[in-house]
């Protein structure tokens, strides 16, 4: 959409490299926002009402009008994580062992509570939005790339999807680089935050690929119950319960991120994220999400301009 900007980063293999790079062009963005009187706000979904605009793209009107009112209100905007894998065989290994706790990114990166001048009663709106595409959500376990990119090139074969630019996965091989992308977190407006969500899906493909050379097999969990996790996740964040990936049974969420930061531990040791992770994912369950730090600012007038205000401030990092 034409209110969109999307920014990204160089390749990074710290924390402390990923933060800068994140102030570095947030900064930038925001410097050039200002020169049209403009600013820019880390937000998934815009509290006040707006109509969403297309970009003047070929591509993007064919879009709009093969899927209408689905396009039309895209106006949301996502994080996406890159790791780099050694070969599509260890891609897809990841892709398997990684899915049953994407939910738990969903809940912690949750920022997008309101929707058109509304409270959806939700804490991630946003990841409702984007599962209304059809090639949206976390098929598998595949077991092999010649599985992924069979059923990859059959969604593109059925005209389901106009190409593989539109297979939207929670989690696929990148059509451009070496890495395995995650998909399903809503952009967050602190950096701190943001930079945590990287270091978790960085754990996490370094993990499932440790689990994959020990032979350790992939979790079989239906499409179905993933979906109902992300679904969850995206109710509730971190104010209610979580569907815990290892039982599938509702439990606290704190007990949950706590399973999965036991899950990653090494991974974080080994390269240096733990007490950043911590410290940042113990605020959340303390303090609550972004989602919640919005309606504590809109207070019970919903006072939503007061809302952009504030992201606009954490954005620019005041």
Known sequence: MQQQLETGTEPC????ELLAELRRWRERADSQAREVDCRIAALATSPIPTVPRTTLANRYHAIAE???ITQAEQLVCGMHVHVSTESDEEGVAVIDRVRPWLSVLVALAANSPYWQGTDTGYASFRSQLWRRWPSAGSPGPFGSPAAYDSLVQEM???GGVLDDGMIYFDVRLSRLYPTV????????PGVEVTTTIAALGRALVEQAAADWRADVPAPDVSPMTISLMTFRAGRSGLAGDLIHPLTRRPAPAADVVGSLLDHVREPL???GDAGLVDDVVGSLLTDGTSADRQRR??????????VVRDVVAVTAGD
């Open 156 to 158: 593109v074969d059925s």
């Open 66 to 68: 093969e899927f209408g």
């Open 269 to 271: 040791e080994t390269y």
């Open 181 to 188: 992308e995650l998909r399903v977190a809503d952009v967050c």
């Open 13 to 16: 293999t710290t924390t402390d």
């Open 297 to 306: 600012v809109a207070g019970e007038w919903m006072d939503l301009p007061a």
